[in-house]
Antibody, heavy 112, light 108 residues
Framework: QVELQESGPGLVKPSETLSLTCTVSGGSINNYYWGWIRQAPGKGLEWIGYIYFSGATNYNPSLRGRVTMSVDTSKNQFSLRLGSVTAADTAVYYC??????WGQGILVTVSS | DIQMTQSPSSLSASVGDRVTITCRASQNINNYVNWFQQKPGKAPKLLISTASNLQSGVPSRFTGSGSGTDFTLTISSLQPEDFATYYCQQNYDSTPYTFGQGSKVDLK
C-alpha cells in the first residue's frame, strides 16, 4: 500500500519561503505524477501543481512565479517550495499521488 | 480556468435519505470529473473517478453520473459514516485542476 508523509516547518514568516517534502513509501516514485494540494482553514481545496517523476512540472497559474517542485527519485521524495508567502498561504498542505493516495496533511501557518 | 459550481453548499439529511449533489462545469469537460469525500481533520478520499467509476472499497450506495458540463453524486441511502463534505473536481486536459467549493452533509 502506497503511503505518503509530508514534513517541514509548521511556521513560516511572511515573505519567506515555505518548504515541504513528501516521502513516499510502499511503492516507487518512478512512472507516476505527484501533486500538492492545499486547504486554507475552513475553506475548500486548491490544486497547487504536479511533478512527474522525470521532473516535468505543471503549476497552478495563480501561484506561478512563487512555486517550485522537485523530485528526488533516489530518496523516493518530492518537494514543494512556495516563495514570498503571506498569511493567505496559511493552509493544510497535502501531497498526493493523484488522486487515490494522499498524505495526512501538514498545517503550515504564515505568521511573524 | 474551468470553474466548478457545486450545489447545495450544505444540506441536512437523515440516515436512510437519498442525497444528491450536483456540480456544473463552466465548459465541456467530457467526463473528467472526480468526487471526493472529506471528513474533519482528514485528507480527501476519492470516491468516484471519470464521472461514474466507483473506486475499489467504496460502497455501492455512492453513484456518479453526468457528462459534458453537468454532473451528479448520489448517495442512495445515507449512512452515519457518510456525514462529511463532498467535493467535485475537474481533471480535464487543461490545468489548473479546479475543485468545487464543497457540499457539507450534516445530520438533520
Amino acid at each position: 500500500q502506497v503511503e505518503l508523509q509530508e514534513s517541514g516547518p509548521g511556521l513560516v514568516k511572511p515573505s519567506e519561503t515555505l518548504s515541504l517534502t513528501c516521502t513516499v513509501s510502499g511503492g516507487s516514485i518512478n512512472n507516476y505524477y505527484w501533486g500538492w494540494i492545499r486547504q486554507a482553514p475552513g475553506k475548500g481545496l486548491e490544486w497547487i501543481g504536479y511533478i512527474y517523476f522525470s521532473g516535468a512540472t505543471n503549476y497552478n497559474p495563480s501561484l506561478r512565479g512563487r512555486v517550485t517542485m522537485s523530485v528526488d527519485t533516489s530518496k523516493n521524495q518530492f518537494s514543494l517550495r512556495l516563495g514570498s508567502v503571506t498569511a493567505a498561504d496559511t493552509a493544510v498542505y497535502y501531497c498526493a499521488r493523484p488522486w487515490v493516495f494522499w498524505g495526512q496533511g501538514i498545517l503550515v501557518t504564515v505568521s511573524s | 480556468d474551468i470553474q466548478m459550481t457545486q450545489s447545495p453548499s450544505s444540506l441536512s439529511a437523515s440516515v436512510g435519505d437519498r442525497v444528491t449533489i450536483t456540480c456544473r462545469a463552466s465548459q465541456n469537460i467530457n467526463n473528467y470529473v472526480n468526487w471526493f469525500q472529506q471528513k474533519p481533520g482528514k485528507a480527501p478520499k476519492l470516491l468516484i473517478s471519470t464521472a461514474s467509476n466507483l473506486q475499489s472499497g467504496v460502497p455501492s450506495r455512492f453513484t456518479g453520473s453526468g457528462s459534458g458540463t453537468d454532473f451528479t453524486l448520489t448517495i442512495s441511502s445515507l449512512q452515519p459514516e457518510d456525514f462529511a463534505t463532498y467535493y467535485c473536481q475537474q481533471n480535464y486536459d487543461s490545468t489548473p485542476y479546479t475543485f468545487g467549493q464543497g457540499s457539507k452533509v450534516d445530520l438533520k
